[in-house]
């Protein structure tokens, strides 16, 4: 065959059209297969439009690295446990970046909870026995008419108080500014009143004093009554600062009945997962940035570049940016709800709550000595998170410097 010109749509193995558009004729040898080649070279299919190759879709691969020598990055945080605790109680999961405690709600051994589809486990009923008292059971579903439900009467809690207190004040607050620039209002036109009735010569006085001396007699009025809505306002102020001291007294009293949680300072290495110090604050979730920079000065090493935290209010405060500067370090907040980021920190906590499941202790200077046991357990024993497994961090932190 002799070279020629071909068109697009002939360079097909069948010589069909191919859907794309023409745009100029390219010179082309006297080979079909060869035409063939240089025509799928130029015109490869975009991955666009309606005709497009759509691949499937996955989530991004993370890669995940951690510091290369000891001391280089750490990973905090803060754990939360109860001053008091008997043995073989679970420890709850306690939240406090947001500044409030949020402890997971633990069911008790008796609660039994119980389902329709549990009669489906019992092997003494036959497969349409099951099915019927399955039936039966969920017959209320087929209601279309609301179910009556009895209504909660438990009280509400001390947090929901206070914002509903917060609530009202704000609106009382708002009125009272309404009120006050009514009065300034009419007071600015009283007095421009009286100002232009004196400006008057004595015949014009005589002519408009019936009507100077009714919008005196109603300002008199006005002026009273705004010294009534004064009193009530110092009566409403005493009764809302004696209504606050009511809720703190009884918030004070309902968390001594129920638990006092004591704050510990989780510090771990990023490179060899050692421990480095666990430091205990009475404080709680009153703890203050103060309070934990003023342990992290013991404790943090002097090569340290990184430190890795959750966004809590103590670690954002203008403080502890001042601690970071001054210590020459980067402090690396991770995202919110993003927990994994610091997940050597998060791994620890529940590595030492489950550890004191089986401690008891009732007073702070007992849960100190079983966190000074901890220490050297956690740091000798096998750790699955190294990079040569079966080692303990310890052992790891040693054989480092030979890797």
Not at 122 to 142: F, I, K, N
Request: charged share 25%.
């Amino acid at each position: 065959m002799s070279s020629g010109w071909l068109n697009y749509a002939e360079r097909t193995p069948n010589g069909g059209k191919t859907g794309y558009r023409r745009k100029w004729r390219k010179r082309t040898t006297g080979y079909r297969w060869l035409a063939q080649t240089q025509y799928d070279a130029y015109s490869a299919r975009l991955d666009c439009g309606q005709k497009a190759v759509r691949k499937k879709k996955g989530k991004p691969r993370t890669v995940v690295r951690t510091a290369e020598r000891p001391g280089q990055a750490l990973n905090v945080d803060i754990c939360y446990v109860p001053e008091q605790h008997t043995i073989q109680e679970k420890l709850p999961a306690v939240s406090g970046s947001s500044g409030r405690l949020v402890v997971e709600r633990i069911r008790s051994q008796n609660e039994e909870v119980r389902w329709p589809g549990q009669v489906f486990a019992e092997a003494g009923l036959e497969y349409e026995e099951a099915m019927l008292l399955y039936a039966e059971a969920t017959r209320d579903r087929l209601v279309q008419s609301g179910v009556e439900r009895t209504p909660n009467l438990k009280a509400p809690s001390h947090w929901r108080q206070v914002s509903q207190a917060r609530a009202n004040r704000y609106q009382v607050l708002q009125q009272r500014k309404q009120s006050d620039l009514v009065w300034k209002r009419a007071k600015a036109q009283w007095r421009k009143t009286r100002d232009d009735f004196q400006r008057l010569s004595k015949t014009e006085r005589q002519d408009q004093k019936a009507s100077y001396e009714a919008t005196q007699q109603s300002w008199q009025l006005l002026r009273q009554q705004r010294r009534k809505n004064l009193e009530n306002r110092i009566r409403e102020n005493q009764a809302w600062h004696q209504h606050n001291q009511a809720l703190n007294t009884n918030s004070t009293s309902a968390t001594a009945e129920t638990r006092t949680w004591i704050a510990i300072l989780v510090v771990t290495d990023n490179c060899t997962r050692q421990c480095l110090g666990l430091p205990v604050f009475r404080s709680g979730s009153k703890l203050t940035s103060a309070e934990m920079i003023a342990a992290l000065q013991i404790i943090l090493p002097s090569e340290l570049q990184f430190l890795i935290s959750d966004q809590g209010t103590h670690f954002r405060s203008n403080v502890f940016s001042q601690f970071a500067e001054d210590q020459d370090f980067v402090h690396i907040p991770v995202y919110r709800h993003r927990p994994e980021t610091n997940g050597i920190a998060e791994r620890f906590v529940l590595t030492i709550k489950f550890w004191l499941r089986d401690k008891s202790w009732n007073t702070l200077a007992g849960l100190e000595n079983h966190l000074l046991d901890f220490c050297p357990y956690y740091n000798n024993r096998p750790h699955q998170g190294l990079p040569i497994p079966g080692l303990s961090p310890n052992d790891f932190a040693q054989r480092i410097w030979l890797m």
